[in-house]
C-alpha cells in the first residue's frame, strides 16, 4: 500500500512539472515572435485538452450482489 502511494505521488509530481514546463516553454515561444503564436497555441490547446482527458477518473461499473445483506436474508 506504501509503494503505490508513492507511485501515485510520483505520477501526480511528475504529470505536474510536465505541465508547468510546457507551460513555461510555450510561453517563451509564443512570445518571442509572431510567425510561430498559432501554431503554439494550437499545440498548447491540443496538449491541455489531452492532460484534462487523462485527469478524469474511470470508475468500473460496480457489481451489485443479489442481496443488500451478507448473510443473504430479507429485509423487511
Known sequence: MRVMNHIVARVICSL?????VTAVVVTAVVYSG?????????ITRQF?????EASRVRCSPVSASASPRPEGGIIQ
Open 16 to 20: 505536474i512539472a510536465m505541465t508547468a
Open 48 to 52: 491541455f485538452v489531452l492532460v484534462e
Open 34 to 42: 509572431d510567425k510561430h503564436r498559432e501554431a503554439v497555441t494550437a
